[in-house]
């Protein structure tokens, strides 16, 4: 199999101010985490799709697609103590000769954004979307702070897509809490990383303002 998308929803921090986790939360009549998938399945039905769920949420979603008849082939892989081992189960179940590590919550990566990715890593071996930084930024140093040049910086986003070898070896190094997403296990095991151009809707959904957003972007494109 050439691709394989392994999509993170769970863990901890969940929830959005209800009972509900938010990949479950329904965006304009069908829950995010089905968007998720959606997205990838359309780039390419005969992609592998491995979802990582917590244990406990298995059974609610196995339920979830009942109710939503949705049929989209994936595994479940069960989710780790943090995201780094979370990634790591959801690799033990991939097959794919590149690799994908999405979010769950953004449901709105692009079509022309999952190609630009698995096209530059058959290349560059290692790739991740980003985005400008649009706003004025401060770093702080203490109690004071110092404008920077956003031009330096880029906003990060998933699919992070890797050829299938160094994912895994990425992965074998034992946990660092410094890592904050798959661009920095990989870069940990000396690997450089390939930038390319994201698509600014590709958000995270992490607020209630991001679920009125995510509502928008769907009656956008109806």
């Keep these: 199999m050439k691709y394989t998308v392994v999509i993170v929803a769970g863990g901890k921090g969940l929830r959005m101010g209800g009972d509900l986790p938010k990949q479950y939360i329904t965006v304009a009549g069908l829950p995010i985490l089905m968007r998720t998938i959606q997205a990838f399945y359309q780039f390419d039905a005969d992609m592998q799709i491995v979802l990582v769920l917590p244990a406990d949420h298995q059974p609610y979603w196995q339920d979830l697609c009942k109710q ?33 590590i999405h979010d769950g919550v953004r449901p709105f990566v692009s079509q022309e954004v999952i190609k630009r990715c698995f096209d530059q890593a058959e290349i560059h071996k290692s790739v991740v979307p980003v985005i400008e930084v649009v706003e004025t930024i401060r770093q702080l140093e203490g109690d004071n702070s110092k404008t920077v040049n956003r031009d330096e ?10 050829q299938e070898q160094i994912i895994r070896k990425a992965y074998q190094q034992p946990f660092n809490p410094l890592f904050t997403d798959d661009a920095s296990v990989v870069e940990a095991c000396g690997y450089n ?6 698509n600014r ?11 009125k957003i995510s509502t928008a972007l769907v009656e956008c494109s109806i």
Excluded: C, W
């Design 68 to 100: 939503y008849s949705f049929d989209i082939d994936h595994q479940i892989a069960t989710g780790g103590e943090t995201r780094f081992h979370s990634v790591s189960n959801g690799l033990s179940l991939a097959t794919g000769a590149l690799i994908a």
């Design 153 to 162: 910086f880029r906003l990060v986003q998933t699919p992070q897509v890797f």
């Design 193 to 198: 990383i390939h930038l390319v151009e994201g």
């Design 201 to 211: 809707e590709n958000i995270k959904i992490t607020t209630p303002y991001d679920l």
